[in-house]
């Protein structure tokens, strides 16, 4: 079973703009291999577009993701974790039946106590560091209520969605 047997692209890509639009950071929606089934269309900083953009740089996401992916698939909750840039991202697995179907969480925001490498983006986006600097101020922070307000609104709409299809 696919994630896209309970709704489609379009519908998993109303659940990534509820997220962005809720809470200001970037939404997807993965399968159980990881690939985007849905992602907001509008991102959370102006760095993401461009790590998700780069030829080399996109493995900084695609690493991190893979890795709470798994997490999340084994032990059956959200995960919580930061890319190697120091962006947090969190998932949520989806089941069905017992069966893991992937997942749908948020990125591209900091935690209140983290940070960006400033001198790793610079490299990997040929970026002057003091210009990356300059626009951390930008980057969202949640608190740790508002990571755990974001979660469990994620945890929430999937269990309605999945209601929804076994109706």
């Known amino acids: ?43 959370a900083n102006e760095f993401c577009p461009k790590i998700k953009g780069g030829e080399q740089s996109r493995t900084i996401c695609a690493t991190a993701h893979q890795y709470l992916l798994k997490e999340a698939q084994e032990k059956k909750e959200a995960a919580i974790g930061e890319c190697d840039v120091g962006f947090s991202k969190f998932v949520v697995p989806i089941f069905y039946k017992g069966e893991f179907l992937g997942t749908a969480g948020g990125c591209g925001f900091l935690e209140e106590d983290g940070e960006v490498d400033t001198f790793y983006m610079a490299k990997v986006l040929n970026l002057n560091e003091k210009e990356i600097e300059g626009k951390l101020t930008q980057i969202k922070k949640l608190s740790p209520s508002e990571l755990k307000e974001a979660i469990e609104y994620v945890k929430k709409r999937i269990e309605q969605i999945l209601q929804a299809y076994k109706s």
């Open 1 to 43: 079973m696919e994630l896209t047997d309970i709704l489609s692209k379009e519908e998993w890509k109303q659940l990534a703009e509820e997220i962005y639009e809720k809470f200001g950071i970037n939404g997807g929606v993965n399968d159980k291999q990881g690939l985007i089934v849905a992602f907001s269309s509008k991102w």
